[in-house]
């Protein structure tokens, strides 16, 4: 019987390509999403991946959200923790509101996903937790002190629960993209990618959203069963840790 996998924010971006991946290397997918519908149904009527709606940021919608997908599909022996949002401000202007909104989604919403998978991980003796995290949780950024702080954060528990779960076959790594050819990067002006972005690229241009996918693949294959607490980078050469 083939595993179950959980990627949220997999109906769009990054998270649809890993979803897609993911099955087509012979997983059970479940893509959680949190607000469009309408991007949702039409992702599932393409891929014939099964879609679950929840926030993130919610303890309890999490919990109860999990539970659905594994009546549905079985344990979830692989999360992708992809689901993340920004509410970019310079500092001296930003507000309570966008810092925590983004640190309950981007930090506090791993822990909510992970935490109500880690027992079923320990039972079976096997999981792969994988999160993706930001080139900015590495280097910082300006205008986003709240995105960065809690990508940050995304590898300083990846690092603890690969402590944590070595010795019962869990492996939990981190993946830091740079900047990715996703829809929202693609809507930024034509003259500003090309003179400002892709410049400071060494490789010349933006990654694909399915180099992050093979990563994620890999990852949570049986091959790469000596790779935890690891932080992969992938973003052309733009920043070397």
């Avoid at 012979?26 to 099964?50: H, L, M, P, Q, S």
Wanted: one cysteine or more; glycine letters at 12%; aromatic letters at 8%.
């Amino acid at each position: 019987m083939s595993r179950t996998a959980l990627v949220t924010g997999g109906t769009r971006g990054i998270g649809a390509a890993i979803s897609t991946a993911l099955k087509a290397a012979g997983y059970k997918v479940a893509a959680n999403y949190a607000g469009n519908d309408e991007k949702a149904k039409a992702f599932e009527a393409e891929t014939g991946i099964r879609t679950f709606k929840w926030d993130v940021s919610s303890y309890p919608a999490c919990a109860e959200g999990i539970a659905k997908v594994e009546a549905e599909l079985g344990p979830v022996e692989i999360l992708v923790n992809n689901a993340g949002i920004t509410r970019d401000a310079m500092f001296h202007k930003m507000t309570p509101d966008q810092w925590n909104e983004v640190i309950n989604t981007n930090l506090t919403g791993v822990f909510n996903m992970t935490h109500p998978v880690w027992s079923g991980m320990r039972d079976r003796n096997f999981g792969r937790v994988i999160t993706i995290s930001s080139i900015n949780g590495q280097k910082g950024q300006m205008g986003q002190a709240n995105y960065s702080a809690a990508k940050a954060g995304d590898l300083g528990i990846t690092k603890a629960l690969a402590q944590e779960g070595a010795a019962k076959g869990i492996t939990v790594n981190a993946i830091c993209p740079g900047y990715i050819g996703t829809e929202m990067v693609r809507a930024i002006p034509e003259k500003v990618l090309n003179e400002r972005i892709i410049p400071q690229i060494p490789v010349g241009r933006l990654g694909e959203p399915e180099e992050i996918a093979r990563i994620v693949v890999f990852l949570a294959s049986d091959d790469a069963g000596f790779i935890t607490g690891s932080t992969i980078s992938a973003n052309g050469g733009q920043f070397f840790v």
